[in-house]
């Protein structure tokens, strides 16, 4: 059974930082691109970030660009999602994906075959 199991959300104020794991079971994912998600209460799901198989090409939106940083570990077989100076329009639930066909961006929301429960990112003013 392939589950990917996000940890690492909670309760932050405003400038603070958090870091996100996704760890990946089931089968192995180092051929996969991986990559976050969020979605706020009564807004459309966001691309956060994504990496390619081999950690060397990353991607984000211009709204977290310089703040947060993902990073995989494929010995373990997990993904990171480094987040700093974290703003209130950060509070989503963060969703973890795996990519067979190693899209990234966008096209990794539409292509992504596994997905996780997500994680509450909640930022206090």
């Known amino acids: 059974q392939v589950q990917l199991i996000e940890s690492g959300g909670g309760l932050v104020q405003a400038g603070g930082s958090l870091r996100l794991s996704c760890a990946a079971s089931?089968?192995?994912?180092?051929?996969?691109?991986m990559g976050w998600f969020r979605q706020a209460p009564g807004k459309a799901r966001e691309f956060v970030a994504t990496?390619?198989?081999?950690?060397?090409?990353?991607l984000y939106p211009d709204s977290v660009k310089g703040r947060f940083t993902i990073s995989r570990d494929n010995d373990k077989n997990t993904v990171y999602l480094q987040m700093n100076s974290l703003k209130p329009d950060d509070t989503a639930v963060y969703y973890c994906?795996?990519?067979?066909?190693?899209?990234?961006?966008?096209?990794?929301?539409?292509?992504?075959?596994?997905w996780g429960q997500g994680t509450q990112v909640t930022v206090s003013s």
């Open positions: 994906g795996a990519d067979p066909t190693g899209a990234q961006g966008l096209a990794f929301g539409v292509s992504a075959r596994y």
């Open positions: 089931g089968r192995t994912f180092s051929s996969d691109s």
């Open positions: 990496i390619n198989w081999s950690g060397t090409k990353s």
